[in-house]
T-cell receptor, first 113, second 110 residues
Framework: GENVEQHPSTLSVQEGDSAVIKCTYSDSASNYFPWYKQELGKRPQLIIDIRSNVGEKKDQRIAVTLNKTAKHFSLHITETQPEDSAVYFCAAKAGSSASKIIFGSGTRLSIRP | NAGVTQTPKFRVLKTGQSMTLLCAQDMNHEYMYWYRQDPGMGLRLIHYSVGEGTTAKGEVPDGYNVSRLKKQNFLLGLESAAPSQTSVYFC?????????FGQGTRLTVV
């Protein structure tokens, strides 16, 4: 089945700097890659997603890139702010069973003032 | 429009006890999921459902059962709770692949 690996597990950046989180997936048939943000004690919430027919997608300060050949996708946050501090999860929709969404292990992002 | 609602929010069980977690969604979504969240391990899929009357196993199904008798409800059952099932459980429903999560249930098995 699908396996999603996420790195790093923790990331600390200076406010205003950029943050990059990387994920790899195993199922070459996966076609949907969302990113979720989870604040402390809250539920995960979708922040951006990308489908396999697109290489990059941007929404204000966040962007996601996808390399299908390498089975690799990344989340980029620019001009980081204190409210960006949270745990971020990548996920992939397994191509072999269209309804399963498999998550990575998460990245705890801390923004230093 | 409440979205996805989980009941209860907190529960403490003794080893061997049983319980059912309820997930209800009012968005008319076909797909529903149960995940467990443990420190450092992300969200692991327990069971999921692609529609009323259907269920399927996820990554970590052992020790859990589910039922989807009504489209809006997805129940997760623990027949004989074990300390290893101490976790935060999240239910989600999805439309067009986008998943919407409930607020979570913190379960402690002692």
């Amino acid at each position: 089945g699908e396996n999603v690996e996420q790195h790093p597990s923790t990331l600390s950046v200076q406010e205003g700097d950029s943050a990059v989180i990387k994920c790899t997936y195993s199922d070459s048939a996966s076609n949907y890659f969302p990113w979720y943000k989870q604040e402390l004690g809250k539920r995960p919430q979708l922040i951006i997603d990308i489908r396999s027919n697109v290489g990059e997608k941007k929404d204000q300060r966040i962007a996601v890139t996808l390399n299908k050949t390498a089975k690799h996708f990344s989340l980029h946050i620019t001009e980081t702010q204190p409210e960006d501090s949270a745990v971020y999860f990548c996920a992939a929709k397994a191509g072999s069973s269209a309804s399963k969404i498999i998550f990575g292990s998460g990245t705890r992002l801390s923004i230093r003032p | 429009n409440a979205g996805v609602t989980q009941t209860p929010k907190f529960r403490v069980l003794k080893t061997g006890q049983s319980m059912t977690l309820l997930c209800a969604q009012d968005m008319n979504h076909e797909y529903m999921y149960w995940y467990r969240q443990d420190p450092g391990m992300g969200l692991r899929l327990i069971h999921y459902s692609v529609g009323e009357g259907t269920t399927a196993k996820g990554e970590v199904p052992d020790g859990y059962n589910v039922s989807r008798l009504k489209k809006q409800n997805f129940l997760l059952g623990l027949e004989s709770a074990a300390p290893s099932q101490t976790s935060v459980y999240f239910c989600a429903s999805s439309y067009d692949d986008k998943a919407f999560f409930g607020q979570g249930t913190r379960l402690t098995v002692v």
